[in-house]
């Protein structure tokens, strides 16, 4: 098992997560939403994180099936859902997805542009008669799909922390296992907007090689710069 894995099982819900770390804040918004919970909040909760309409459902996700005896439809894949019909498959009880409701209340326009791209890219790969997604990922899947989970905006002098891993792995006390960066000039936009331009930009995120390579210490202000691209 994953040593994450095992922190997160064994791990309770601890309403006060976000005081772990000053990386936290730009969910502050969005948490204030679960401050009232004891014990891990329930899908009904969710909504809250958002400023305003929400934009996706968080809905019970179901248990995959191991091996698949019908065409694959990319529609009905994690993307395709969150893409076309707003839905978001959530585990209840799981930090890991409780992170990533966070971040869809911080970065909503951000999260709808990522899993877009995504559920396009792999919507072009699937063979329509095939009952399995291909065995490798494209290198701009690889990309997405790492800074979804473990990125970050440099903003002048500002970090923001994106992926959801990153934030699970600062509420457990485990160092997190990938952080990337993109470093941007201090825009005029909100970061989620700006983030959301990014991904939208089909020259960018093309390879995980465009992201920066951080050290934790210096994420968290103790060390050094960058070590630089990966």
Excluded at 107 to 132: G, M, S, W
Excluded at 161 to 180: D, K, Q, T, W
Aim: hydrophobic share 45%; charged share 25%; proline share 11%.
């Amino acid at each position: 098992m994953r040593p994450l894995v095992a922190v997160r099982r064994r791990t309770p819900y601890n309403p006060r997560f976000a005081s772990r770390s000053a990386l936290f804040w730009p969910l502050e918004r969005a948490a204030a939403a679960f401050a009232a919970f004891e014990d891990f909040p329930p899908l009904d909760a969710f909504p809250g994180v958002f400023e305003g309409s929400p934009p996706v459902r968080f809905v019970r996700a179901t248990r995959r099936r191991r091996h698949r005896t019908s065409p694959v439809d990319p529609r009905a894949l994690y993307d395709g859902r969150v893409t076309l019909a707003h839905e978001v498959p959530t585990r209840p009880r799981c930090w890991h997805d409780l992170m990533n409701a966070l971040v869809w209340g911080t970065f909503p326009r951000a999260k709808l542009a990522l899993h877009a791209r995504q559920h396009r890219a792999i919507a072009a790969r699937v063979d329509p008669l095939a009952c399995r997604l291909p065995p490798t990922r494209t290198p701009e899947l690889d990309a997405l799909a790492l800074f979804d989970e473990g990125g970050v905006l440099l903003l002048g002098g500002k970090t923001v922390v994106f992926g959801h891993a990153i934030y699970e792995s600062l509420a457990l006390g485990v160092r997190p296992a990938v952080v990337a960066a993109i470093e941007l000039s201090t825009p005029s936009e909100p970061p989620d907007a700006v983030l959301a331009q990014v991904i939208q930009d089909p020259n960018r995120l093309r390879t995980p090689g465009e992201l920066a390579r951080l050290d934790l210490g210096w994420l968290d202000g103790r060390g050094p710069n960058p070590r630089g691209q990966a």
